[in-house]
Every structure is written in C-alpha cells, then in structure tokens.
C-alpha cells in the first residue's frame, strides 16, 4: 500500500475546475427488462439504479472525455495550452493503443502536454488524482487535466443479467493546479491486493485469451463478476482505508464534509458511509441516475456536487475508489476550488 502526505511538499494539488459529459442515449431498468430476465425493482432495491447513459453505436469515448476536460479547463480559466500532462483514467479506451490520454490531448490541442492512462478500473480517477499530485508536488508540473472516463457498455455481456444492469458510461475531469501546501490534495492512499484479480474483470480480449470467433458464437466474453465477494471486500477495506488516510493528516471522519465514494451501487455507498458514521447529508450519490461509471463516477460526482453547491471552499472532501484488481483508492482534499 502507498500512503502519500508524509512529508510537507512546497505546493500541492488544488482543484481548480470540473467538468462531465455522458451520452444522450438514457438506458432504464423497464429497457433492461425486455432484455434480460429481471425487473425494476429487483434493480432498484439491490443497486438503487434506475437509468443510465450509454453510447450510441459510432460514438466514442475520447469525445466524452474532450468535452469534459473542456469544460474542466473552462471552469478553471486554463488554456490548454497551459497544461503540463493529460492523464485519463480508464479501462475502456477507444483503442488497445495508444492511450486515450493521447487521443483527448490531441482534441485539445494541448501540444505541451504529455499524455498517458492510468488503468485501475473504478480506483482509476483516484489512482490519477495522486500520480498528479505527486507531479505537481516535485514540482515537475504546475497544470494537469486529470480525466476518469468509461463505457463499460462496450464490454459487458448483455445476456448477463448478473452484470449488465449495473454500468453506464461517462466521463469527468478535473483540472488539477499548484498551490498553497495548506490545502488541496492532503494525501492518498493507493492499495491494491492482486490475489482477487479474478473477482471482477475481462477475462478475455487481452493478449492472454484473444478474442474466437467460438467466444462470440457461445458468448464467453465480456466482464465477469463475483458480486457478492466484490461487495465484501469493498465494505471491508474501503472504510478502513479513509480512516486512515484521514488519521495520517490530523483529521477523522466527523471532519468530513463532503465523502464522495466511487458510485458502483448505493448499498456499497450506504454500508461505508454508515461505518465511518456518516449520514447521507454528507455522502453524495447519483448512481441512481447514472449507474457505474468506472472511473468516471468519482469526477462525475465531483462536478455535480460543486454544481449543486455542496462543496465550500475550505471543506474537507474525502474521495474514494474501488474495484477490479482488486484495488482502492482515497484522496483527501482541503477543497479551493470551484
Ligand atoms: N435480476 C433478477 N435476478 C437477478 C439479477 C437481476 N438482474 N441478477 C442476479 N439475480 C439473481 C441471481 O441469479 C440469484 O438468483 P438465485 O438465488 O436463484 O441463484 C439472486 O438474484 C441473488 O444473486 P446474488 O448475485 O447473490 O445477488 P446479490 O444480493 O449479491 O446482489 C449485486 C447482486 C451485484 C447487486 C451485489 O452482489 C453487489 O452489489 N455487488 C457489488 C458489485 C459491484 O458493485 N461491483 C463493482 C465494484 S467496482
């Protein structure tokens, strides 16, 4: 595990703007039910999702992730041509390579910006987040665009009633900038227990099982999932996690004011926030409207809950991701930004 915020850095990472895009195509649960054998509420009472967006055949992600990290650099005043790196968080890039990162820094036209992904599944916007802040930290960057950005549609197995209802596409950033080593990201926690690798992933499609034309036909493709130790495992460790990532710079849970965990479903969200005795006023959720994103539910939330003024200059923010890996991953921020 790598703890971050151990030592007193000269600037940190502030968060200086936020942006979201998802498609227009809305996907609901009634859909989900003329496809597969479940129903709405069967849905709505195990994950608390009803709708979420979903590429239209021809759309691409890369489009999404732009149009967010446009409007991030926009809320933040930063040209693009003030950008030091792009980094996108994702597991679903348009092409096996180059990376996504690359594809949005050329939309951009960011030309002094080095781009690369950051692959940690849903744990991918934060696992960006602190490789960022490390940067701007040495000081080898000022301006990063940090980007979390999915479409597991492309990749579940739509006759897999166990999965497919779960995810939505989407993509978020950040505008990530130094400042004050007083606030912004305080510190990161990254873990990662790579014995459970086969407790949710892409089995196939990679250079270890490439894709038959057999595994079409029998339909052996696509993400798999073992729900029920996935969601043991997120309940166990991620609680854990932020207290001590909070312990480490003089703060505890009750200092929190905006917990904004990954958004896979809202009993994940609800038994974390209850064991670090949070109530729902300071636990932001719009997985109902959204599904999982990935790695761009963290940033999708983030903008959101600015948008809605529920983060205040000053506040504490902690952020929180977890999944295929098996991996987590907190920040903790003193927020500035907008
Ligand atoms: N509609 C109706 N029935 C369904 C269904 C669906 N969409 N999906 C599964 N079922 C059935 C199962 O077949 C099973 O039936 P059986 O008892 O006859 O065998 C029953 O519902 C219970 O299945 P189970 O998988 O044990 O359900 P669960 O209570 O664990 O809920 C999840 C399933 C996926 C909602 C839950 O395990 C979960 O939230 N896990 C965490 C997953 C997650 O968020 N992963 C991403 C992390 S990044």
């Not at 849970?253 to 670090?276: C, E, S, T, Y």
Request: charge should be negative.
């Amino acid at each position: 595990m790598l703890d971050t915020g151990l030592t007193q850095p000269v600037s940190r990472a502030h968060f200086a703007g936020l942006g979201l895009a998802v498609p227009d195509r809305v996907l609901t649960n009634e859909e989900l039910s003329a496809m597969v054998d479940t129903t709405d509420e069967w849905i709505t009472t195990r994950t608390g999702i009803h709708t979420r967006h979903v590429l239209r055949a021809g759309e691409k992600l890369s489009d999404l992730a732009t149009e967010a990290g446009k409007q991030a650099l926009s809320n933040a005043k930063i040209g693009a041509d003030n950008l030091d790196m792009v980094l996108c968080a994702t597991t679903s890039g348009d092409y096996l390579w180059p990376a996504m990162a690359c594809v949005v820094q050329g939309n951009l036209g960011a030309k002094r910006a080095c781009a690369f992904d950051v692959s940690a599944a849903c744990s991918g916007f934060c696992y960006a987040v602190a490789t960022a802040s490390a940067f701007i930290e040495s000081g080898a960057a000022r301006n990063i665009l940090v980007i979390g950005a999915d479409c597991l549609s492309r990749h579940v197995n739509w006759s897999d009633r166990s999965t497919c209802i779960l995810f939505g596409d989407g993509a978020g950033a950040a505008v990530l900038t130094a400042g004050s080593p007083d606030s912004g990201v305080l510190t990161s926690t990254l873990g990662t227990d790579g014995s459970m690798v086969e407790h949710v992933w892409m089995p196939t499609g990679g250079s270890a099982n490439p894709v038959t034309e057999e595994m079409l036909v029998n339909g052996e493709f696509g993400l798999q999932m073992r729900g029920r130790d996935v969601y043991r495992f997120c309940v166990e460790v991620v609680p854990k996690s932020i207290v001590e990532s909070l312990c480490r710079v003089g703060l505890k849970p009750a200092d929190v004011d905006l917990l904004v965990l990954h958004q896979a479903n809202l009993r994940i969200i609800g038994a974390v926030a209850d064991r670090l005795g949070i109530d729902e006023s300071r636990c932001f959720t719009n997985v109902g409207r959204y599904g999982n994103t990935s790695a761009a539910s963290v940033p999708m939330a983030l903008a959101e809950a600015a948008h809605e003024g529920k983060i205040a200059p000053g506040g504490v923010v902690v952020t929180a991701g977890f999944g295929a890996g098996l991996t987590w991953a907190v920040n903790v921020i003193k927020w500035t930004g907008n």
